[in-house]
């Protein structure tokens, strides 16, 4: 069992998860994920490390209440244990001097993209992020973003904080001024990651994506995660999570995530009429009711 | 009614005569003119909140809100301009602070969508349009889009409330209310219910039921109005929610009950996804809620089975069809069952399939036991509106026949009296002229002099004719002149009646088919026996649409298609005939029970049939338990959630706590005298049984008395009823409990 150091609600449906893991803290490098269960019933599922603490044996993840085992694990409380911990997995970012590096993330993205960006600031890379939110109340983490790159840009959908449109509005706007950059980076949904994916074709640019599969044991035995890649077929675990942007098929990759679906609509209803949903309230910033 | 003097204006250029005193919003739909509006709904009063509809009119200052502003002759309207425009776009914007999605102002919206799908992730609170269940089918998305609002002047602030989730059907998402309050005035207008309102002030406004109590412990009637009523995704029907707007909708009929409601079913592929009222039409929660659950597979019987070892295993229909013929072939004297809830179609050919293929006379169904011998029915619903009297006995109509109570509300606005005969509370007695409430039994003494007054209607509940005052309550009725309601819990217990399923000539009803001078040795069931054990029998067919307590005794089980996956016709209580059509196709290995029919009727046409070895026959057990030594009268009744006589319950779970079936509820008095509390298990025996139940308190039950409601299956409606029934110590229960079981075996 491992201990659930901080379980809290950042924004809205976003939560940040610290797992007490030495086993994972000493080796993660950044770029890998871990997969985890809520619960002995739980189901499998990989999310990307967002930080970690080697002394304090500790490993952090951000991650979106999205669906069955995430509205499971956004109940789990600060004190709390889980019987699955297992990681690092995954091939860790290659980080070397490249000049400049954007980093693009919304949603658990911009979790994700805050170790990656630490170490190419660590490798002496200039590191320009742009975070983008719906909204100005779904952003988290400009504040730990600002104190490691050098620039930090924020964009939101409908302006109330930052500049109007999303991420690559501004990496458009950014290469359109004379921005030469020797990496891009693109983590969060499917549609930042394939129009991002565009973009980099159009303008030429190294992108990475880190892919968000469904993955059941994550060292490329089970086969859930295949994606494609430059017309290869691969394993998002352990051939990933990273890839070119620009090779992957997303079209495939947004037809093998719709396939559970049935499933996972099933064990919703499930778990909200087993009433465990009803009696638990998240951890919210405002009142509460009932 | 004299006719209502016209006036003319002129709206948009468009000249349109009204009534007077039609708003100027009424004037310009008949006008064919759209003005934007929010909290205007059909059915309810105008509010003028919103002020979306706001209007110029030529000679009038300032600009007037359509719902609320009255047309007069030679009025002339202009509904779009600049400054309506550019008024509408900051009321709009307004109503975005309240409604805190940045989705709506995206410049990449359309695109994101296209990539997407709607309502493409689930999520716990709705954090974007992608993220709501309302996506592509929000008529606040719509509105945004057609004021083609496109900043956001103002800071948006999520209210960081959970969702709440405690209603069986429906989830409250309160971050994305507007308060329109258009669900609080149908809840209150259309349905009576009064079950939620604006409650607080202010910032702080919720739409919450009185104290944020459980919907279940409100008036709630979980009709779904509220749901229907909500332009945003933050009231939500739970079990279609990230399923997106529907592709299709069929119009059908309800088979949950005789009043032959209408609905629209709508489907996403190969699944049904919601029933919903037809347009001017009214559901209860069985029409609402029930349906999409009742269908899914994984609560279906879905393949054949036959009896293996004592074991039912599946197996393929040639297999089962040829068991079927062989177990037949060994039966003298088989039955012949038609659930009420059949089609007319199916009640035909379970007619067919007794008397011209097994030629047996022992046909019937389960719609004289549990709907009585009701009479024709001589009311509508519109007799209800416009009666001068109504007498009601035995209603319960919150969670079913709503629609009925929807009809005597409105009555009693064009002011008929109400005279209620109830010995348990219902929710129509606040409403009541006259509240009598006898001891279950005492019915008919209680409603002989209520009958006599001009434009009297009576309406009557299938828990009088299931109770020993029945038969006298309807002698008085029939003599009375009354118009009679009598409010049938089958889909098709009047198609029952009028197609003749029913013992034919030497021919035994369905309560004498297993006792022990019965000739009986075989059984096609059609729908579910209500049965909870095997009857002696030498072969059982069950052709069936889940596997239940009664499927699990038969030698055979044939997986049958339910209402919204076969065609036909049902008749209504009032006589109608309904047409019911397939809104999907049944799962693979299902076959429409009019096809089950036939091809039983090729196989067994003609069968040469003799009787194999005698089947021996149990005497019934009697239970003796140790005394409490309280007795109380208790009133028996069968739960209106059945359909094909099964539970509902167990297929959809948010009627379970609706339903209380296997509950005793009695007066909290009476438990403080027994020593009882809400939720502790009792023993209660009766002269013919006993059974062990949960108890729950409820002030709507006279002392002394106590209401038993049973599922379909439940032997509970034999002998008396109501009856002393004692009840025995908690220690009891168990052994109660075993002893009624083993009693069964």
């Not at chain 2, 089918?137 to 057609?146: I, K, P, S, T």
């Not at chain 2, 075989?522 to 009664?550: C, E, I, M, N, Q």
């Amino acid at each position: 069992m491992y201990e659930i150091v901080e379980r809290r609600q950042l924004v809205p449906d976003h939560h940040v998860l610290t797992i007490h893991a030495p086993h994972v803290a000493n080796k993660v490098q950044p770029g890998q994920f871990v997969i985890l269960r809520s619960d002995e019933e739980g189901e499998r599922i990989p999310l990307s490390v967002a930080d970690f603490d080697r002394e304090a044996g500790t490993v952090t993840s951000v991650f979106l209440e999205a669906g069955a085992a995430t509205m499971k694990l956004a109940r789990l409380e600060t004190g709390g244990t889980i019987p699955t911990y297992m990681g690092p997995l995954g091939k860790a970012s290659e980080v070397e001097p490249c000049g400049t590096v954007v980093l693009m993330g919304g949603c658990y993205g911009i979790g994700a993209l805050y170790p990656i960006a630490r170490a190419h600031r660590a490798a002496g890379n200039r590191v320009i992020s742009i975070l983008e939110a719906h909204t100005q109340w779904l952003l988290y983490w400009t504040e730990r973003h600002q104190a490691i790159a050098d620039e930090v840009y924020v964009m939101t959908s409908d302006g109330t904080a930052g500049e109007r449109g999303l991420s690559f509005d501004k990496l458009t706007a950014l290469l359109d001024g004379g921005l030469a950059p020797g990496l891009v980076y693109a983590i969060g949904c499917t549609f930042l990651m394939s129009s991002a994916a565009k973009l980099a074709e159009e303008r030429d640019l190294n992108l990475k994506v880190a892919l968000n599969t469904v993955m059941v044991d994550g060292t490329g035995m089970c086969g859930g995660c295949r994606c494609s890649a430059g017309g290869e077929p691969k394993f998002a675990c352990v051939d990933g999570p990273e890839f070119d942007g620009r090779a992957v098929d997303w079209e495939g990759l947004m037809a093998r995530r719709r396939a559970y679906r049935p499933q996972e609509l099933a064990t919703m209803r499930r778990l909200d009429s087993s009433g465990k949903l009803a009696s638990s309230k998240p951890a919210g910033k405002g009142p509460h009711h009932g | 009614m004299a006719a209502e003097p016209l006036v003319t204006l002129t709206i948009d250029g468009r000249e349109v005569a009204v009534a007077a005193g039609t708003t100027l919003l009424a004037a310009a739909d008949q006008a064919g003119v759209d003005i934007p509006r929010l909290c205007a709904y059909p059915g309810i009063q105008p509010m003028g909140g919103c002020r979306l509809c706001v209007v110029q009119v030529e000679g009038l200052r300032g600009y007037p809100a359509a719902c609320t502003q009255p047309a007069a002759q030679g009025m002339v309207v202009h509904t779009e301009s600049d400054e309506l425009l550019r008024l509408r776009r900051s009321t709009m914007a307004l109503l975005l602070t309240k409604h805190p999605t940045g989705c709506l102002l995206c410049l990449h919206n359309t695109d994101c969508l296209e990539h997407h799908g709607c309502a493409a992730r689930r999520s716990g609170t709705v954090t974007g349009c992608r993220f709501c269940p309302n996506d592509g089918q929000c008529e606040f998305q719509g509105l945004v889009n057609r004021l083609g609002l496109t900043d956001m002047p103002y800071p948006v602030e999520h209210r960081g409330l959970p969702v709440d989730r405690r209603s069986p059907f429906v989830d409250n998402d309160a971050n994305l209310c507007v308060l329109c309050g258009r669900c609080t005035r149908v809840c209150a207008e259309v349905r009576g219910a009064e079950a939620i309102g604006l409650l607080a002030r202010g910032e702080d406004t919720l739409v919450l039921t009185a104290g944020d109590v459980p919907r279940t412990e409100t008036s709630c009637q979980f009709c779904g109005s509220c749901v229907d009523a909500c332009p945003t995704g933050a009231l939500s029907e739970r079990v279609n929610k990230w399923i997106g707007p529907a592709e299709r909708s069929t119009p059908s009929t309800c088979a949950f009950c005789g009043l032959g409601c209408q609905i629209e079913l709508d489907t996403v592929g190969d699944q049904v996804i919601r029933s919903r009222p037809a347009p001017d039409s009214a559901l209860c929660v069985k029409g609402r809620f029930a349906v999409v659950e009742t269908l899914l597979p994984e609560n279906r019987a879905v393949a054949p089975m036959v009896r293996r070892d004592g074991r039912l295993v599946e197996t393929d229909w040639e297999t089962a069809l040829a068991r079927v013929a062989e177990g037949l072939a060994g039966c003298a004297q088989p039955a012949v069952f038609a659930s009420r809830d059949l089609l007319d179609e199916e009640l035909m050919a379970a007619r067919s399939l007794a008397l011209d293929v097994l030629h047996t006379p022992h046909l019937d169904s389960d719609a004289r036991l549990l709907d009585g011998d009701f009479p024709a029915t001589s009311a509508t619903l519109a007799d209800l509106r416009a009666a001068g009297r109504i007498v009601c006995v035995r209603c319960d109509l919150r969670f079913a026949h709503t629609p009925v109570f929807l009809a005597i509300l409105a009555g009693l606005a064009n002011g008929a009296e109400l005279c209620c005969v109830e010995p348990f509370g219902t929710d129509l007695l606040p409403h009541a002229t006259v509240v009598r409430r006898p001891l279950p039994g005492g019915e008919a003494a209680a409603v002989a002099d209520l009958l006599d007054a001009p434009d009297t209607v009576v309406v009557w509940g299938s828990a009088l004719m299931q109770s020993d005052a029945g038969a006298a309550c309807l002698e008085l009725f029939a003599a009375s002149g009354a118009a009679l309601l009598p409010l049938l819990d089958g889909a098709n217990s009047r198609g029952v009646q009028e197609i003749g399923i029913e013992p034919a000539d030497g021919g035994r009803g369905l309560d004498t088919w297993f006792e022990a001078d019965s000739e009986v040795d075989g059984l096609v069931s059609l729908g579910h026996l209500p049965l909870g054990h095997r009857p002696p029998l030498r072969f059982w067919l069950a052709v069936a649409t889940s596997l239940d307590d009664a499927t699990a005794y038969a030698d055979v089980v044939l997986p049958a298609a339910v209402f919204a996956e076969t065609s036909g016709h049902l008749t209504d209580l009032f006589g109608e005939t309904r047409q019911v059509t397939a809104a999907i196709a049944p799962p693979e290995d299902c076959r429409s029970i009019v096809d089950i029919a036939g091809e039983l009727t090729v196989r067994l046409l003609d069968l040469p049939r003799t009787a194999g070895a005698p089947v021996p026959r149990r005497r019934s057990l009697r239970v003796r338990c140790r005394l409490m030594g309280e007795t109380l009268l208790l009133s028996r009744e069968i739960s209106h959630f059945a359909y094909l006589g099964n539970a509902l319950t167990r297929r959809v779970p948010g009627l379970a706590p609706l339903a209380l079936e296997d509950v005793v509820r009695i007066h909290p008095d009476d438990a403080a005298r027994l020593g009882l509390a809400e939720g502790d298990e009792v023993g209660i025996e009766t002269e013919t049984g006993a059974v062990a139940v949960t108890v729950a308190l409820s002030q709507a039950i006279p002392d002394g008395t106590a209401r038993l409601v049973l599922r379909p299956g439940e032997e509970g409606l034999h002998g008396p009823n109501p009856c002393p029934a004692v009840f025995v110590s908690e220690h009891e229960a168990a052994r109660v409990a075993a002893t009624t079981a083993a009693a069964r075996a």
